[in-house]
């Protein structure tokens, strides 16, 4: 700068020295030389940002060539996720078009296997209603035959009946003196034997009224006799035939016994049936409205569990029926349904529930019989209503809703009067 300059003294060959003796500077060199670094910076430094953009330049196209990369890559990457895709969804159609035809397939088998059941079905309970109907019928023809017997056994009774009354008739005319003679000489017969059961009667009246003798002065003798053998009070051969001898007077009847027979009793089994008064009629009418209001209040005692186990599995091996299992009997004489069958299960399963009774080792065997005894009694039941059905078709009536609600009463009965 020019500031900064001193006053030189121009000296030979363009030196300057300064007014001190120090060399004097050539400012005008200097500036020259620190414009042409000026200009060497200028150009290295538009080098260096001619370089910085070139590469910049070659940074940006490597960037816009490693996006077109990775675009071309995403592009693929996304083809191929597509064709996975529709080549995912082709498989999922053709698994579930396989599955469609496989469940149409397992319908249609469903379906006429389900068919075919319900066919054999049709056909079994029409040839069970067949074979009912041939017994019903089989029963029918042998009630008839039977009926047929029993009118043309009456009718030859009859007929016989009717052939002595003819030949009575024609001996009886043939013997009118003979009858006059006879009955004169059984009058003549029966006033003498009324006089002399007169006469003993007044003996005997006699003997009553007089007083008794000692027992040492009383007679051995055989009593009075009685009225002659074979004598009838006067009339009784009113009617009678002639040549026939007076009927005898029937003995008297033997004195009632003691004894009486009963049927033996099992403890723990119920017997209906062989019981001496179940022939009676009114006894048994009589005991179906008490069981019925007996039926009412069902009303089943149930006892400890420790003593109700043991009865209905006994220790020693016996099996107890189902009608003692569950205490139908006894007081349901005349028959149980199946209210009863619920109502006396639900009242010992609640007692004998193995969650009530966890100290008795054997509660879950003796709840399970009480579910055997129930399922027993109900399919007899139904066999029972059966039975009965069939029996009363073939005596030509119809069972009554009454009768097939406790049918065991009603079976016994009328399976006693078809037998008769």
Same mark, same amino acid.
């Given at each position: 700068?020019?500031?900064?300059?001193?006053? &030189?003294?121009?000296?030979?060959?363009?030196? !300057?020295?300064?007014?001190?003796?120090?060399?004097?500077?050539?400012? #005008? +060199?200097?500036?020259?030389?620190?414009?042409?670094?000026?200009?060497?910076?200028?150009?290295?430094?538009?080098?260096?940002?001619?370089?910085?953009? %070139?590469?910049?330049?070659?940074?940006?196209?490597?960037?816009?060539?490693?996006?077109k990369l990775q675009k071309?890559?995403?592009?693929?990457?996304?083809?191929?996720?597509?064709?996975?895709?529709?080549?995912?969804?082709?498989?999922?159609?053709?698994?579930?078009?396989?599955?469609?035809?496989?469940?149409?397939?397992?319908?249609? &088998?469903?379906?006429?296997?389900?068919?075919?059941?319900?066919?054999?079905?049709?056909?079994?309970?029409?040839?069970?209603?067949?074979?009912?109907?041939?017994?019903?019928? @089989?029963?029918?023809?042998?009630?008839?035959?039977?009926?047929?017997?029993?009118?043309?056994?009456?009718?030859?009774h009859w007929g016989k009946?009717?052939?002595?009354?003819?030949?009575?008739? +024609?001996?009886?005319?043939? #013997?009118?003196?003979?009858?006059?003679?006879?009955?004169?000489?059984?009058?003549?017969?029966?006033?003498?034997?009324?006089?002399?059961?007169?006469?003993?009667?007044?003996?005997?009246?006699?003997?009553?009224?007089?007083?008794?003798?000692?027992?040492?002065?009383?007679?051995?003798?055989?009593?009075?006799?009685?009225?002659?053998?074979?004598?009838?009070?006067?009339?009784?051969?009113?009617?009678? &035939?002639?040549?026939?001898?007076?009927?005898?007077?029937?003995?008297?009847?033997?004195?009632?016994?003691?004894?009486?027979?009963?049927?033996?009793?099992?403890?723990?089994?119920?017997?209906?049936?062989?019981?001496?008064?179940?022939?009676?009629?009114?006894?048994?009418?009589?005991?179906?409205?008490?069981?019925?209001?007996?039926?009412?209040?069902?009303?089943?005692? +149930?006892?400890?569990?420790?003593?109700?186990?043991?009865?209905?599995?006994?220790?020693?091996?016996?099996? %107890?029926?189902?009608?003692?299992?569950?205490?139908?009997?006894?007081?349901?004489?005349?028959?149980?349904?199946? !209210?009863?069958?619920?109502?006396?299960?639900?009242?010992? #399963?609640?007692?004998?529930?193995?969650?009530?009774?966890?100290?008795?080792?054997?509660?879950?065997?003796?709840?399970?019989?009480?579910?055997?005894?129930?399922?027993?009694?109900?399919?007899?039941?139904?066999?029972?209503?059966? @039975?009965?059905?069939?029996?009363?078709?073939?005596?030509?009536?119809?069972?009554?809703?009454?009768?097939?609600?406790?049918?065991?009463?009603?079976?016994?009965?009328?399976?006693?009067?078809?037998?008769?």
């Amino acid at each position: 700068g020019a500031g900064r300059r001193s006053p &030189t003294v121009a000296g030979a060959g363009g030196l !300057s020295v300064s007014s001190v003796g120090v060399p004097a500077v050539n400012w #005008s +060199v200097l500036d020259k030389v620190a414009a042409q670094q000026h200009r060497q910076d200028n150009f290295r430094q538009k080098q260096r940002d001619h370089e910085l953009k %070139l590469r910049l330049k070659r940074d940006l196209e490597l960037q816009i060539q490693d996006s077109k990369l990775q675009k071309d890559r995403e592009l693929s990457e996304e083809e191929k996720y597509h064709r996975m895709q529709e080549q995912d969804r082709f498989h999922w159609e053709a698994q579930e078009r396989q599955h469609h035809m496989a469940k149409e397939q397992f319908l249609l &088998t469903e379906k006429s296997e389900r068919a075919h059941r319900i066919l054999e079905d049709v056909e079994r309970k029409e040839g069970e209603r067949r074979r009912e109907k041939q017994e019903a019928q @089989a029963l029918v023809d042998r009630a008839s035959h039977e009926v047929q017997l029993h009118q043309l056994k009456a009718d030859e009774h009859w007929g016989k009946c009717r052939e002595q009354a003819q030949l009575a008739l +024609v001996m009886s005319s043939d #013997s009118a003196k003979m009858k006059e003679e006879a009955q004169r000489q059984l009058t003549d017969k029966d006033e003498q034997a009324i006089i002399q059961y007169e006469r003993l009667k007044a003996q005997r009246e006699k003997a009553a009224n007089a007083p008794p003798p000692a027992a040492a002065a009383m007679p051995s003798g055989p009593p009075p006799p009685g009225p002659p053998p074979g004598w009838t009070p006067p009339g009784a051969l009113i009617g009678g &035939t002639v040549g026939q001898s007076p009927p005898q007077a029937a003995p008297p009847p033997p004195p009632p016994s003691e004894q009486h027979l009963e049927a033996k009793r099992v403890e723990g089994v119920e017997l209906c049936g062989d019981e001496p008064w179940f022939a009676d009629t009114s006894v048994r009418k009589r005991l179906r409205e008490s069981v019925a209001e007996a039926h009412k209040e069902q009303k089943i005692l +149930v006892g400890n569990p420790a003593d109700e186990i043991p009865r209905i599995c006994p220790e020693d091996g016996r099996v %107890l029926g189902a009608g003692a299992v569950l205490r139908l009997g006894g007081a349901h004489l005349g028959g149980y349904g199946e !209210s009863d069958v619920a109502y006396a299960y639900r009242q010992l #399963s609640r007692a004998l529930h193995p969650d009530k009774n966890p100290d008795l080792p054997r509660a879950h065997v003796a709840f399970h019989r009480l579910s055997e005894a129930a399922e027993e009694l109900r399919q007899g039941l139904n066999e029972q209503r059966s @039975a009965l059905q069939l029996l009363v078709s073939a005596m030509g009536g119809q069972a009554t809703a009454q009768m097939l609600e406790r049918p065991q009463e009603a079976l016994f009965a009328e399976a006693c009067r078809l037998l008769s």
